[in-house]
């Protein structure tokens, strides 16, 4: 069996994982030893390991045929100093893979608050040992476990209509698939936006996930009042605003989408919810004469 590297064993690289086993031999890199048994669990070898760390990672011996990487970078600074530790640690020891699938925000395109993720060394290190290098290009991911229910709990507010910003979305599990496509089908040193074909405003996007559950709708502020009312982390998404084409996608990597648009999930879910409902005692209030006979029949002549 080929061998494939997961760097970062959280819930994409599982699903992923989960696409892969029985077809491949998985090794996955975790800093948790707690998470060793779950990994073992799902076919994956676990390599203890933290990419905070260089000399931990001396523990990568395996030469995989794939490095499919998931792990974030740094919450702050220009580079991805883990990237960067990451790949020199495989060059040191020699373990040179075939492909090399790097998982990247979509946050790189626009003004986003954090750290940018600058990809030149991993670019220049896939040319030089002739490693095909495929940069997925993630927006906001959902799932059934993966939706915005505490902030439409909390009431926190979305920009009115007119100042509102596009957003972009992706279904974990399609971009789990994206990830082992691009390992086998992606070209050399080539960026994909792996994003789903909706077109919603932030505002649109948090009113159909309220509609699905049954929750009161986002209020809507203006962007003068949004600054004063909700916290600088979450106001910066709201000045970010594009709409990421998938064209490549689907025509390099014949991804074909089982989400391709958020509105699948929530309609799946807005009929889950409501078989709850339904399902629910109705607590009726206790007739009158109850004990004494059928609430439904006459208990006297």
């Not at 309609?267 to 109850?290: V, Y």
């Amino acid at each position: 069996m080929i061998r494939v590297l997961l760097i970062g064993c959280g819930d994409i690289a599982l699903r992923t994982a989960g696409l892969l086993r029985g077809r491949v031999r998985l090794y996955g890199l975790t800093r948790r030893p707690e998470d060793v048994p779950k990994l073992r669990q799902r076919g994956i070898v676990p390599i203890l390991g933290d990419l905070d760390r260089g000399r931990s990672l001396e523990r990568l011996r395996a030469a995989p045929f794939a490095v499919l990487h998931f792990a974030p970078p740094p919450g702050e600074g220009r580079d991805d100093l883990r990237t960067a530790r990451l790949i020199a640690a495989l060059t040191k020891a020699r373990i040179i893979p075939q492909h090399f699938v790097y998982i990247s925000t979509s946050g790189v395109y626009g003004d986003c608050a954090g750290a940018r993720i600058t990809e030149d060394r991993l670019r220049r290190w896939a040319r030089r040992y002739a490693v095909k290098l495929a940069i997925l290009r993630a927006p906001g991911i959902y799932a059934d476990t993966r939706l915005p229910l505490e902030r439409l709990k909390q009431a926190t507010p979305v920009l009115r209509a007119e100042e509102d910003v596009f957003t972009n979305h992706i279904h974990a599990d399609d971009l789990a698939h994206a990830a082992v496509v691009a390992a086998f089908r992606g070209k050399p040193n080539r960026a994909y936006n792996v994003s789903d074909d909706s077109e919603l405003t932030m505002g649109e996007w948090f009113d159909a996930v309220a509609d699905a559950f049954r929750l009161p709708r986002a209020p809507r502020v203006s962007r003068q009042e949004a600054e004063a009312r909700i916290a600088p982390q979450i106001l910066s998404f709201m000045s970010e605003s594009r709409r990421l084409c998938n064209a490549r996608l689907k025509s390099e990597l014949r991804l074909h989408l089982k989400y391709p648009l958020p509105q699948v999930l929530l309609s799946e879910i807005a009929r889950r919810e409501l078989r709850k409902q339904l399902a629910l005692p109705l607590n009726l209030p206790t007739p009158s004469g109850a004990g004494r006979g059928s609430p439904s029949e006459p208990t006297g002549g």
